[in-house]
């Protein structure tokens, strides 16, 4: 059995599609549990500078948490999951909005890197500017502390740098392994995340032998679409189910008011 944890919903500004026409999705798939994790608001951003196509605005929350309880009542299958941005020293006003709500887990992810928005299509530029390898540092170590900051269940597309498809001219290795290191150590589950292939990256996050350490260092791993649209529920599990088998992986962790369960793949 697959499980799908990582859905948006039109209250982003860029996901498409009904909340139910995912859940009619997912059923049709036969998938074993499943979660909408829509943006948390743009908490560390003043309200003017929030992006409406981006991020829930912040009254839109309480509706995203009673639309998905509303759902569960018909789907007991359905969690409430979250995706927040990981931002260094706004740990704190991320913890109070996080336990305002009944979250059943949150997905952690690294989308900026020192305010540059690295995963977003029409800011490439600094991918050109700077020594690559000094970005993916950068960036990992980002992740890094995001496992550390104990705030989030599982950590999003953990190799997202790699999206547009700048890759360094080095062995990350080293790299995967210390990752994998630190988020064993801080007991988080890594992501599995299919959107990869959508992308110059061409490849799941994360990349086959920086899941292989995850698995040697015991980490746990989750799986999603991070679906925008119905038809992206489930989006190519048949690659992600042989990429977990090669890495070593036996079940997928899931999540209930933030305890950590798992569903034999
Ligand atoms: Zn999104
Ligand atoms: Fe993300
Ligand atoms: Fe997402
Ligand atoms: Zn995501």
Partial sequence: MLTDCHWHTARCGHAAGEMGEYLERAESLGLAVTGFSDHLPQYFLAPSERDPGLAMAEEELPRYVAAVRELQKSHPFLRLGVEADYIPGREKELADILAAYPFDYVIGSVHYIDG?????????????????????????????????????????????????????????????????????????????????????????????????????????????????????????????????????YTRLAVFKQRKRDYVEI
Wanted: hydrophobic share 40%; net charge negative.
């Fill in 116 to 248: 540059w928005e690295f995963d977003h299509p029409d800011k490439k530029a600094p991918y050109r500017e700077h020594d690559l390898l000094d970005l993916y540092r950068r960036y990992f170590e980002l992740v890094a502390r995001s496992a550390q900051s104990g705030l989030f269940d599982v950590i999003a597309h953990p190799d997202l740098i790699k999206k547009f498809g700048f890759r360094p001219v080095a062995d990350l290795t080293g790299i995967y392994r210390e990752t994998a290191r630190t988020l064993a150590a801080s007991d988080v589950c890594v992501e599995v995340n299919t959107a990869g292939l959508a992308y110059p990256a061409m490849e799941i996050y994360p990349a086959p032998g920086f899941l292989t350490l995850c698995r040697e260092y015991g980490v746990p791993a989750s799986l999603g679409s991070d679906a925008h649209a119905p038809e992206q529920v489930g989006r190519w599990f048949d690659r992600a189910r042989e990429l977990l088998k090669k890495a070593g």
